[in-house]
């Protein structure tokens, strides 16, 4: 699962994770570690920049979720996710993000920031379908556009169930939340299902796209993702962008949007916020790409 300020509308208090970099409250689970989950330590929001590639523009942001344990410092937001699935956690967990990152877009939008955030749910969430309504209602408490949200799904997410996931989808499309199909290329969708999906964009995998400026292999499969999505009318996102070359192939082949650390590292809001006062847009055509100063250092 992928998803701060002054005076802003007042909280739910909802037992759970608490808000962005605020610790996690009790709710009688353990972390992986065995501790009891008060001493869990706590949750907070990043934000990876979405940039069109062809002109540079910043068109959105991924909502990231990051978890500072007490002892163990950062840790594997996944590890928080495999222990949250397997509890009633999991329905709390994705609440307080979906309410944080639309608190932040309506944070943003009253500084005069006009981003469109995506935020992962889960297959149980999908699966229950309240999902949908809390995006509703927390759209309309907070005062932002249904345009300004976008949630993915992943392909493994869709295939577990596709009869309940297409009615959850189809209510968010309703209300007019977009719907990416994540990690696109890992899964086993069919063509029918991409065509009978509301969807309004695929994200090609990271694991062909880090691979495809050395690999023919990688490479043809990414052309042909970002072919077959563009004859269904659906943008293309690749993940996974670390190096110039990646990047100006994309452009020939025709992506749309990319991120990742050739563009920016995923970073709190507040250094979004800075990051985004000097970024300057970066274009395939003339002169040489503008590093970003935060740029990775090797992993």
């Known amino acids: 699962m992928s998803v701060v300020g002054n005076a802003a509308p007042t909280r739910r208090r909802d037992a759970g994770p608490g808000p962005a970099g605020h610790p996690l409250e009790p709710t009688g689970w353990a972390n992986p570690d065995g501790d009891p989950a008060d001493d869990a330590g706590e949750i907070t929001m990043y934000y990876q920049p979405q940039i069109a590639i062809a002109t540079g523009e910043v068109v959105g942001v991924e909502a990231l979720l990051r978890w500072r344990h007490p002892r163990r410092g950062m840790v594997d937001p996944e590890e928080l996710i ?17 309410d944080d990152v639309v608190e932040q877009l309506a944070k943003w939008s009253a500084a005069g920031i006009g981003l469109r955030a995506a935020l992962n749910v889960s297959v149980r969430d999908l699966h229950t379908g309240e999902i949908a309504d809390q995006i509703a209602d927390r759209l309309a408490s907070y005062g932002v556009p249904a345009e300004r949200l976008q949630v993915e799904i992943t392909e493994g997410a869709l295939m577990a169930d596709p009869r309940r996931v297409l009615a959850t989808i189809s209510h968010l499309h309703r209300i007019g939340v977009a719907i990416s199909l994540d990690d696109f290329g890992t899964g086993y969708s069919s063509l029918q299902h991409l065509r009978r999906l509301p969807l309004s964009e695929v994200k090609v995998d990271r694991s062909f796209v880090l691979g495809m400026a050395d690999d023919a292999d990688d490479a043809a499969i990414v052309r042909s993702m970002i072919e077959l999505a563009g004859a269904l009318g659906l943008r293309v996102v690749a993940e996974g962008v670390e190096d110039e070359r990646t990047w100006r192939m994309l452009h020939a082949a025709g992506c749309d949007a990319a991120q990742g650390w050739f563009y920016a590292r995923p970073m709190p809001a507040e250094e979004l916020v800075t990051w985004l006062a000097r970024y300057r847009p970066v274009r395939p055509t003339g002169g040489h790409p503008q590093a970003d100063s935060g740029r990775r250092p090797g992993r």
């Open 82 to 98: 495999r222990v949250a699935e397997q509890s009633a956690v999991m329905r709390l967990l994705t609440r307080r993000v979906v």
